[in-house]
């Protein structure tokens, strides 16, 4: 029996290292010096609870690098994705814009605007727009973007947190980008549009 117990204990050991091995090849430890401006403002995000630890903080950093194609960034105020220049504008100035456009206007100012983005989208990232299966990707690349939150349920597209206040771009720029035509259902955010049937 004790010659069992000792077999199985080896075994064990033998398994344990097994999946040891395997943990150091799937991740490798990475040392990052920070200064300690930088360390302050990590722990006190941390401290805040806007971030639940400095790892996941650094996966966050990773994912948001990844999805905006941070790095063409050239250099402070001049962003690159792929042909198109990007731009961190407040909402307020996007809204004075409006202000000064006639509203008769909204719609195919909209319209424009998809296009431009249907453009980009397609140049870059390979991405055909009015293709309804690929909409998820086209919504996912809108949110990173900031344009809100995109959901497609049936013949409904649900936009929450918009960037555009006025459904009546929203709607022209989802019609130039999708190559579709929107009823709007909703004009006050969370906006509902219904794709039209042809």
């Known amino acids: 029996m004790l010659k069992d117990i000792t077999t199985m204990q080896g075994e064990d050991e033998k398994k344990i290292e097994e999946m040891l091995k395997k943990n150091k090849k ?3 430890r990475t040392t990052i010096i920070l200064e300690k401006e930088e360390r302050e403002f990590i722990d ?3 401290r805040e609870g806007k971030e639940p ?3 996941p903080l650094i996966s ?3 994912d948001v690098y990844r999805s905006m194609m941070i790095y063409d960034w050239r250099f402070p ?3 690159y994705c792929g042909i198109s220049r990007v731009a961190f504008v407040n909402v307020e100035l996007i809204n004075i814009l409006i202000q000064y456009i006639s509203e008769e206007k909204w719609r195919e100012i909209g319209r424009k605007m998809g296009e431009a983005a249907k453009i980009s989208m ?3 990232l390979g991405i055909q727009t009015a293709n309804r299966e690929k909409w998820q990707e086209v919504f996912k ?3 990173v973007q900031g344009f809100g939150d995109f959901y497609l349920r049936d013949k409904y597209i649900l936009i929450k947190a918009p960037f555009i206040s006025e459904p009546e771009i929203l709607a022209g720029f989802l019609e130039g980008l999708l190559g579709i035509e929107l009823d709007i259902k ?3 955010p969370p906006f509902v549009f219904e794709v039209r049937e042809h």
């Open 26 to 28: 799937s991740a490798e």
């Open 44 to 46: 006190s995000l941390i």
């Open 53 to 55: 630890g400095i790892k």
């Open 60 to 62: 966050k950093m990773l």
């Open 77 to 79: 105020g001049e962003y």
């Open 122 to 124: 397609e140049a870059t």
């Open 141 to 143: 690349r809108l949110r």
């Open 186 to 188: 909703t004009f006050t």
